[in-house]
């Protein structure tokens, strides 16, 4: 076996979805405002050094769109004021670090109407190719694996305080064994590396929903439940999700800081059908599951 690393791809660029430019959020959504994705210093460095700028530029590119797509898709949220963002990531130099200062959070809050805030950052890519050599079967194939990491930070632009720092990865792979395989390395390449991106991108734009907006019970009928959470938002047929009553706010002793609410499993449900906006499952385990319980996917 030889092995052959790809020296370049043709990634086709999905177009971003018009953002609406309203300071304020309409129906009753959240608005969002969303920072564009950047490559963390060392990975652009490291990517320099390998001669892969152009592809890392690429990746980051399309995971931009990727992402305002996903988050559109959601319905949960207006993005606001994304021009604004940009200038005053760049003026302040926060958007390859990642870190947002709390008065700095706040500040773009109030620019652009934005009471939430999402900052990207890609600190892991892995595109490799091996040319796998099958003499006794007088073939040729190609093995091509992508690997997509990225920080994804979520802030209250009300208070500037950190929300989640969620690490998000995405592993694809790709085998075709078979000589043609040589002649559509670039389609193999493109069709793979979409793919990596645009599931990265529905992962963040799910944590964030999650973060904002969790998955909860909207009714109850018998054994089955209602979520609020469809197509779009990660949800398949037969995961499996814990149930979980809150009860108090928890607030650490030193800092007075809430640490969210108390939470206990009052049950397990599995999905048996997706929707665009809502999802029903039936309830596996029962201990209290009612209306405005709070779901944490297990499987």
């Given amino acids: ?56 530029g690429r990746v980051v590119e399309a995971f931009d769109s990727q992402l305002i797509s996903a988050i559109n898709s959601s319905r949960k949220f207006d993005i606001v004021g994304r021009s604004d963002l940009k200038d005053i990531m760049k003026e302040q130099e926060l958007g390859a670090s990642g870190n947002v200062d709390a008065k700095s959070a706040a500040q773009q809050g109030k620019l ?9 950052t890609v600190d892991d890519f892995e595109d490799s190719t091996e040319k796998m050599e099958f003499k006794t079967l007088n073939q040729v194939g190609l093995k091509r694996k992508i690997r997509i990491g990225a920080v994804a930070k979520i802030y209250d632009s009300t208070t500037g305080k950190l929300l989640e720092s969620a690490n998000i990865r995405t592993d694809k792979k790709d085998d075709r064994a078979d000589a043609s395989a040589l002649k559509k390395d670039a389609e193999l390449t493109d069709e793979l590396l979409r793919e990596a991106v645009k599931e990265t991108a529905e992962k963040v734009a799910n944590r964030v929903s999650d973060v904002v907006y969790p998955v909860r019970v909207l009714v109850k009928r018998d054994k089955q439940i209602t979520i609020n959470r469809g197509d779009t938002g990660g949800v398949v047929v037969g995961q499996i999700w814990g149930v979980f009553a809150q009860g108090e706010e928890l607030i650490d002793p030193d ?3 809430s640490l969210g609410k108390e939470e206990v499993q009052v049950g397990k449900a599995r999905i048996t059908a997706v929707n665009p906006k809502t999802s029903t499952a039936e309830i596996l385990e029962d201990a209290g599951v009612d209306k405005g319980a709070v779901l944490r996917l297990e499987k």
Wanted: overall charge positive; proline content about 4%.
């Fill in 1 to 56: 076996m030889t092995i052959m690393k790809s020296k370049s791809f043709v990634l086709a660029l999905s177009c971003a979805a018009l953002l609406p430019l309203a300071a304020l959020a309409q129906d009753g959504k959240a608005t969002l405002g969303v920072s564009s994705v950047t490559p963390t210093p060392s990975l652009k460095a490291a990517m320099v050094k390998a001669g892969k700028e152009l592809s890392i």
């Fill in 112 to 120: 652009t109407g934005a009471k939430y805030l999402l900052v990207t």
């Fill in 255 to 257: 800092t007075k800081e």
